[in-house]
């Protein structure tokens, strides 16, 4: 029987000179974890609070997709942000949270996984982690908070992953079974890499690791724009996080946000 309190603890310690982390909750069930995060932010929380779950029963992804949440087999996070000068762009953002678990998984595991633009962390072509940032903007139009989401698969659930994505997901015990990873450790140094990242902008150093690990650049893909598929080849991710894409038609294109396929040629 997991007991919230100790795994709050147990973080708290391990954050204990992290300047940017300012207190977690965990929780065995929510909806979502960024649900709680968010009525902690409109009731006035820091940048740096912290929410967690055990499972999620409306874990959600990008483009309204679900995020299956098995219990107790992955990290589900959401930490509140209060972006200043220089930090409001959300692409940037979610690319600060890509590299940020790219770093912990590296130093804890020593596995070097490969970045899917614009917000999905890979391992042989399965999805090993998806980061989803939701802005709120106040009535002049600023962000008066971001709550990024965090869903890292730690072990595959017995009975496996949902039918439609359980070939296509990967858990981090698959990746180096002899390497057993401690939940609050992994938890605590996304945190940790996060705050560390985020506080660096504008500096946009980090984006070294997210082009140098890049599984999509120098790749054929394709991608969606007012209905229409294109195909283009992935040339180059820019210092706001967009990548640049020549289209088979020759022309460059710069796409901002959206969700991108990489074409596999089968020999
Ligand atoms: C994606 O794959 O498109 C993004 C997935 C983001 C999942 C995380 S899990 C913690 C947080 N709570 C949610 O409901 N979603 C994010």
């Known amino acids: 029987m997991i007991n919230p309190h100790l795994i709050e ?6 954050l204990s000179t992290c ?23 409109q009731s006035g929380a820091q940048q740096g609070t912290v929410v967690l779950a055990g499972t999620q029963t409306k874990g959600r992804g990008r483009l309204g997709r679900r995020f299956y949440s098995p219990e107790g087999n992955g990290v589900y996070m959401s930490i509140v942000l209060r972006p200043g000068e220089g930090q409001n762009d959300p692409g940037l953002i979610t690319a600060c949270g890509a590299v940020a678990v790219w770093e912990a998984i590296h130093q ?7 970045i899917k633009w614009v917000n999905d962390l890979y391992y042989r072509n399965k999805k090993l982690c998806g980061i989803l940032a939701e802005g709120q903007f106040d009535s002049y139009g600023a962000l008066s908070y971001v709550i990024l989401g965090i869903g890292i698969n730690m072990k595959r659930p017995e009975e496996g992953y949902a039918p439609e994505i359980d070939d296509k997901t990967i858990a981090l015990s698959e990746i180096n079974p002899g390497i057993s990873v401690d939940y609050c450790s992994l938890c605590a140094k996304v945190i ?21 690990y ?3 650049l120098n790749q054929e893909i394709t991608y969606e724009k007012e209905g229409v598929i294109h195909h283009a080849k992935a040339v180059a991710i820019d210092n706001k996080a967009r990548l ?14 959206g969700e991108i396929s990489l074409v596999r040629t089968v020999l």
């Open 9 to 14: 603890l147990n973080i708290k310690n391990n």
């Open 19 to 41: 300047s940017f982390f300012d207190g977690v909750e965990y929780h065995s069930l929510l909806t979502s974890t960024s649900d709680r995060a968010k009525e902690l932010a």
């Open 108 to 114: 804890i595991t020593g596995v070097k996984v490969d």
């Open 192 to 212: 940790e890499c996060f705050g560390r990242i985020y506080n660096e902008l504008p500096n946009t150093g980090f984006l070294s690791v997210y082009r140098d």
């Open 214 to 216: 890049s599984c999509v």
């Open 244 to 257: 640049v894409v020549i289209t088979a038609g020759g022309q460059e294109e710069t796409l901002g946000s």
